[in-house]
């Protein structure tokens, strides 16, 4: 079993950034894929970046450069760095694992989430 606590949401301006942070329980930490997902109002949750084997990475189209994923395997912990903040990052951000490596971008590939962190992008 993993839990997933996520951190670093918030109230930010259009071009701000962010620092999400989500610390996992569990001994095999290293080896899961980890991922961040986004539910917008009214919206289904969609992918936004995932890290796996140490620094593989893989982005959607609409953070890449302006979004960084990363993993501190001795910390049990996976960030996601977001610059130039814009309006349509605006969302419920979740943290998820998927036990069985490799990219991974469907919600339903991951078997642990955390409870969301709440970010908000004001114009």
């Known amino acids: 079993q993993v839990q997933l606590v996520e951190s670093g949401g918030g109230l930010v301006q259009a071009g701000d950034s962010l620092r999400l942070s989500c610390a996992a329980s569990g001994r095999t930490f290293s080896s899961y894929t980890m991922g961040w997902f986004r539910q917008g109002p009214g919206k289904e949750r969609r992918f936004v970046a995932a890290?796996?084997?140490?620094?593989?990475?893989y982005y959607t189209d609409s953070v890449k450069g302006r979004f960084t994923i990363s993993r501190d395997n001795a910390k049990n912990t996976v960030y996601l760095q977001m610059n130039s903040l814009k309006p349509a990052d605006t969302g419920v951000y979740y943290c998820?694992?998927?036990?069985?490596?490799?990219?991974?971008?469907?919600?339903?590939?991951?078997?642990?989430w955390g409870q969301g962190t709440q970010v908000t992008v004001s114009s």
């Open positions: 998820a694992a998927a036990q069985w490596g490799g990219r991974r971008v469907n919600p339903s590939e991951y078997a642990y």
């Open positions: 890290t796996w084997s140490g620094s593989m990475a």
